[in-house]
C-alpha cells in the first residue's frame, strides 16, 4: 500500500540517523542461523523463524501458518531477496533499531529481539502479478461508480459503517461509506475524494482526512497503541467539532 511504504521509507532514513546500533553478538547468533535456512533452501527451517499470522499487503491474504507458509515459501522469498538474506553480514548488515525491532538493510526483513520474523517489506514479482489480479477480481465485486482506482488501502466496519478507502493515485485518497447492512456492491450512501494521508508519529500510526462541506470525517489507523486500543477509529467533524466518534475493526 503506498501509505504504507511512505511511512516505511521515511521511518528507515530517520532509523539511519537516530536509532540504529551495531548488531549485538547474542542476535547476531539466530541471525546467522536464519541466513542458513535459507542458503539452504530449508523452508520448514525458516518458517521456525517466522512470527504468525505473516501480513502480506492487501489484497494478498496473510500467512496463517507454517504449512501455508511453507507453501508459498517460493512467491515470498524469491531469487532476488533470497540473495540480499544470504550475501548479508549479521554484524553490519542488520542493525537494532531501538524497541522496534532489528532490520536487515533499509527495512527488508523485521525481526524482533526474539529472534521471530515480524515483517517481510519485500513483494517479489510473483506477489505483485498476484496482487493485480486479486485486485481486478475486486474491482469487479464493486459498485461501478468506485470501481477505478490505483490501490486498495483499507476496509473498516463501526457498529454503523462499512468503510473503503482506496488510493486514487498522486496522493488522492477516496472514502466510500455504507450502512453496515449493504454489501459493498450496492452504491454507496458517500463517497468524497482528494483525501489525504497524514502519517503521526514514528510508531505507525496514521490518519486519512477526508473533507465535505463544513464536514471533516478522520479515519485513524492505530499500529502502536495501549492494549485497549482498537484497531482503528472514525470520527466526525463539524466546523472542528465532533460529533461522531466510533471504534472501527480494520476487515483489510
Avoid at 98 to 103: A, F, L
Avoid at 159 to 179: C, E, M, P, V
Avoid at 198 to 208: H, K, L
Wanted: proline share 4%.
Amino acid at each position: 500500500m503506498k501509505s504504507r511504504v511512505i511511512y516505511l521509507v521515511i521511518f528507515v532514513l530517520c532509523s539511519q540517523f537516530t536509532f540504529s546500533q551495531n548488531l549485538k553478538p547474542e542476535y547476531q547468533k539466530f541471525v546467522k542461523s536464519f541466513i542458513a535456512n535459507v542458503k539452504i533452501n530449508n523452508k520448514d527451517g525458516v518458517a521456525g523463524f517466522i512470527s504468525f499470522p505473516l501480513g502480506r499487503d492487501y489484497p494478498i491474504p496473510n500467512v496463517k501458518n507454517k504449512a501455508e507458509f511453507v507453501k508459498r515459501y517460493d512467491q515470498i522469498f524469491d531469487p532476488t531477496v533470497k540473495n540480499e538474506i544470504i550475501k548479508s553480514d549479521p554484524e553490519k548488515d542488520w542493525s537494532e533499531v531501538g524497541w522496534r525491532g532489528i532490520m536487515l538493510n533499509q527495512g527488508t526483513l523485521w525481526i524482533d529481539t526474539n529472534g521471530k520474523i515480524i515483517s517481510i517489506n519485500y513483494q517479489s514479482q510473483a506477489e505483485k502479478d498476484l496482487s493485480n489480479k486479486l485486485i481486478a477480481a475486486e474491482k469487479a465485486k464493486l459498485h461501478p461508480s468506485i470501481a477505478k482506482f490505483k490501490a486498495p488501502e483499507y476496509i473498516l466496519e463501526t457498529s454503523k459503517f462499512r468503510i473503503r478507502i482506496d488510493d486514487l493515485g498522486n496522493n488522492n485518497y477516496r472514502y466510500a461509506s455504507w450502512s453496515i447492512k449493504q454489501k459493498m456492491s450496492e452504491k454507496p450512501d458517500l463517497v468524497i475524494t482528494n483525501g489525504k494521508w497524514i502519517s503521526d508519529g514514528s510508531g505507525g500510526n496514521s490518519y486519512f482526512d477526508f473533507k465535505k462541506g463544513d464536514y471533516l470525517y478522520r479515519c485513524y489507523i492505530i499500529v502502536l497503541g495501549t492494549s485497549d486500543s482498537p484497531p482503528a477509529t472514525l470520527t466526525i467533524y463539524q466546523k472542528s467539532k465532533a460529533i461522531l466518534e466510533q471504534n472501527a475493526i480494520v476487515l483489510h
